[in-house]
């Protein structure tokens, strides 16, 4: 039982880990934090929460769980911000979608990794925001990853794993270096393209007649580059050396790919193709929809 | 109206036209053409077509409208099989998702692009094949290309574009240039994509979880992997020149995206997103789903 949840952000992820905590009966009393008078006063209203402030420092006080779901490029930030306020007991844990640059602002607000941090990322989110987008099942059945670091304290972590079970989740564990890697691959990369690919697109002369002509297919494949502009700076400047590696890797790809279609190699185009489609087949149509990666 | 209507390649795209052209009372008779005794004899007892034939040059005989809807692969082989068997008035068109190696096949079997062939493209589709997949409203409020040449007769334009017409299409016109290098941005190119990155994931070291690990968005990202791998071989291979171009200058965008992200430059980083969330909202959202391109 978590006696006060302390939660740095409450939007989607924030309010939905609220709200499931709230529906296990696995929290006593929970304390919101934010920027927004107007979204934390629906938090309240809603129930999400019981109150809230505006000052982390203030928030954080008798916490012994804090949730923090603030955009990457405000972590640091907010680290700096309840240092010196925390309880004994306090468990730090965040929804970050990279791993390595939550660790690495830790580090130098606190000059070392507190042994009472456990870095998450729950692989889970829909398009909308803010508190009125949160519900109490966004967790279920979903994973969450955890990264322990060799100074996290074992019974942190398992306050924190069982914080994510008691909603629904799956949980496990897995170094920082290979979740950044892991996302970068399933998450971070196709965000790329899908920007990217729409991007190149409204670049082209005539970019109207090219939409126009783009079926659903498009749709579907670009969805994703509507994604929060913002959130995806953060994300690409905090896992920049795996993405821009696996990055690299990709526009290989795509090169040898060019060549062979420009040298009308069928065979190859067909390998290609089939493994792609076999792939996809096993693995992904297993997935459930309308869960966008974070 | 239709007098005959030859279809060759009785699928999701044929079976779709002749469903929808029979419902509009546009047509009088339909004959089916293809390999498979099975499918045809289903495309009967569903009331699709009238009778079939499993030789093209008997299917054409006597008909006014003779629509081929083979794989891109097949279609000079076709062009042959009717060659010398084509009643009088006769226009030809197809479904193809390439018009340049349609134009092509056809001046090679013929010695020069027939007045009465008018090169098509029905941008409509869905992930299912065969007669049963086939629904008369597939192409209600579509788009529909058509390529016309210098030396396509007027006439059988008219008739092809009432035939779509008659489907609820929306018919445009452009050159078989333009055409080929729209689909390449629209739907070739994001195809490329989409089989690229699940070929790369499933090339990598420990697949199986990186997989296990992608999300919804990623599902909806990779649908088109899930395509047909000849199909896709054929269009490559047929648009090849427009492709590869264009498959080349995304891998540079992409060197150039990591590149920026290797530096850190979040500015940059936030008006590439901002420009294609921008976009992609303007001109994608207003799409129906469900309509892969083809």
Chains 1, 2 share one sequence.
Request: charged share 25%; aromatic share 6%; hydrophobic share 45%.
């Amino acid at each position: 039982m978590i006696r006060k949840l302390a939660v740095i952000g409450v939007g989607l992820i924030g309010g939905s880990l609220a709200r499931a905590l709230r529906k296990a009966g696995a929290v006593e009393q929970i304390i919101g934090c934010g920027r927004g008078r107007e979204n934390l006063e629906k938090a309240v209203e809603l129930g999400v929460i019981d109150s809230y402030s505006h000052d982390i420092g203030e928030a954080v006080r008798g916490a012994d769980m804090i949730f923090l779901a603030v955009p990457l490029g405000a972590m640091k930030e907010a680290f700096a911000a309840m240092k010196g306020k925390l309880a004994e007991d306090a468990v730090i844990t965040d929804g970050g979608s990279c791993k390595g640059s939550v660790v690495e602002d830790a580090r130098a607000v606190f000059g070392g990794v507190p042994a009472r941090l456990v870095p998450g990322h729950p692989i889970a989110g829909t398009e909308r925001n803010g508190v009125e987008a949160s519900f109490a099942e966004l967790y279920e059945n979903r994973r969450v990853i955890l990264t322990p670091l060799a100074e996290t304290d074992a019974q942190a972590l398992a306050r924190v794993r069982a914080m994510w079970e008691a909603c629904g989740a799956e949980v496990s564990t897995m170094s920082v270096a290979h979740h950044d890697e892991v996302l970068a691959a399933t998450s971070h990369l196709p965000h790329m393209l899908a920007f990217g690919l729409v991007d190149t697109l409204a670049r082209m002369k005539e970019n109207d007649e090219i939409f126009r002509y783009a079926a659903g297919g498009f749709r579907d494949f670009t969805r994703i580059a509507s994604s929060n502009p913002v959130m995806w700076r953060d994300i690409c400047v905090a896992n920049g050396p795996a993405l821009s590696k696996m990055l690299g890797a990709f526009a290989d790809e795509m090169n040898e790919l060019a060549q062979i279609i420009a040298a009308g190699d069928g065979e190859h185009l067909l390998e290609v193709f089939s493994r792609a489609k076999a792939a996809r087949d096993r693995y992904v149509d297993g997935l459930q929809p309308d869960q966008p990666s974070e």
